[in-house]
């Protein structure tokens, strides 16, 4: 009698490098492969999803605007492949410009060669990065408010 062996599954895992100060729930990814939403990698998570080995395509999503170009790979039966998902790295204006231009791109989703245990342990910020993206976020609060302030006076001069 001959037993049947079923394909031993494989998986594809996405990490969460984005360095986010804000919300943790807001720097979640949404993962989608081939093409049907599978779940979200939370910030400095991962999220591990079972398939069937061959070849599949891969795109995050955040906030239902942006996006990473969609990336094909090849699932070998019993391995697993790990995705690293982030911002593109560069300059804060740089970042800006390519989120509003090109919202559909905007996003990075790399292969990371590492051996399992190594690739599946998120980057996390350097001390530098974080102190960036804090100053950022303090630029763009501070400019935002004094826009909302500009604008609720515009409108009282007007009224």
């Known amino acids: ?63 239902h ?11 070998l039966p019993g391995m697993s492949t790990v995705l690293r998902a982030n911002k593109p790295a560069g300059p804060v204006w740089k970042a800006m410009v390519r989120l509003a231009l090109r919202p559909f791109t905007s996003l990075s989703l790399e292969p990371d060669t590492r051996p399992l245990g190594q690739a599946l342990a998120p980057a996390g910020p350097d001390a530098a990065t974080r102190s960036r993206c804090e ?9 935002s408010t004094l826009l909302f302030v500009a604008a609720v006076v515009v409108l009282k001069l007007m009224a």
């Open 1 to 63: 009698m001959m037993a049947v062996v079923a394909d031993p599954l494989s998986e594809i895992v996405v990490v969460n490098d984005y360095v986010w100060i804000g919300d943790p729930r807001l720097g979640a990814f949404t993962v989608a492969i081939d093409g049907q939403r599978v779940g979200k990698a939370p910030l400095d998570g991962t999220l591990r999803w079972s398939v069937a080995p061959g070849t599949h395509t891969v795109r995050i999503q955040q906030w």
């Open 65 to 75: 605007y942006y996006k990473s170009p969609r990336r094909t790979v090849e699932v």
């Open 135 to 143: 100053r950022a976020f303090r630029i763009y609060a501070v400019v």
